[in-house]
Each structure stands twice: as structure tokens, then as C-alpha cells.
């Protein structure tokens, strides 16, 4: 059974930064594309950023250049450094992977920068 469990979400000023870690049970991340989303409120989810399973990246145009994915194989975690956060970085993030066509989603951790 694949799981993904989001965690280091939290409350953060302006300027900012969080480390947001992805740990995954039930396949070896290695083998699999990973991807880092998000959902402010009344908002769709967006793909903030996206690794192969080769380490290429990929990110949307806000975050280029404050955040940077990555992976972990031997803890089987993918992680989102953020950077010089701002208010509009505020949102669920979620972690996904997509495996036979079938998306999984963790359960989100909350990010909120404000002052």
C-alpha cells in the first residue's frame, strides 16, 4: 500500500524559510517521478515542483529560484526547501506520485507566512 506523509509545515514571517519532507512507505521513491503541489483557499492546486526519477527538476515560474526539491533515497523521503517565503506561498502542500496512471496524494501540511 502506498502511503506519502507530508510534514514541516508550519507558521513563518516573510523572508522566511521551511523545509518540507515527503516520506514515502510502500514503493521505492527511486524508481518513481515526485512532485510537490499546493491549494491556497478558493484556489485550484497548482504543481509548484517536480523531480524524475533521474533528478531532473522542474518549477513553476513563482518559485524559481527560492525553492529547490530534492530526494533522499536512502531515507526514501523527498523533501521542498523553501526559501524567501512570501504571503502568496501561503496554501496546503501536498506531495504526489504517480504510479500505473493512479495519483497518490499524502494528506497535505498547512504553510502559512505572514507577519
Known amino acids: 500500500q502506498v502511503q506519502l506523509v507530508e510534514s514541516g509545515g508550519g507558521l513563518v514571517q516573510p523572508g522566511g524559510s521551511l523545509r518540507l519532507s515527503c516520506a514515502a512507505s510502500?514503493?521505492?521513491?527511486?524508481?518513481?517521478?515526485m512532485a510537490w503541489y499546493r491549494q491556497a483557499p478558493g484556489k485550484q492546486r497548482e504543481l509548484v515542483a517536480s523531480i524524475t526519477s533521474r533528478g531532473g527538476t522542474n518549477y513553476a515560474d513563482s518559485v524559481k529560484g527560492r525553492f529547490t526539491i530534492s530526494r533522499e533515497y536512502t531515507e526514501n523521503t523527498v523533501y521542498l526547501q523553501m526559501n524567501s517565503l512570501k504571503p502568496e506561498d501561503t496554501a496546503v502542500y501536498y506531495c504526489n506520485t504517480i504510479i500505473d496512471l493512479l495519483h497518490f496524494w499524502g494528506q497535505g501540511t498547512q504553510v502559512t507566512v505572514s507577519s
Open positions: 510502500g514503493i521505492n521513491l527511486s524508481r518513481y517521478a
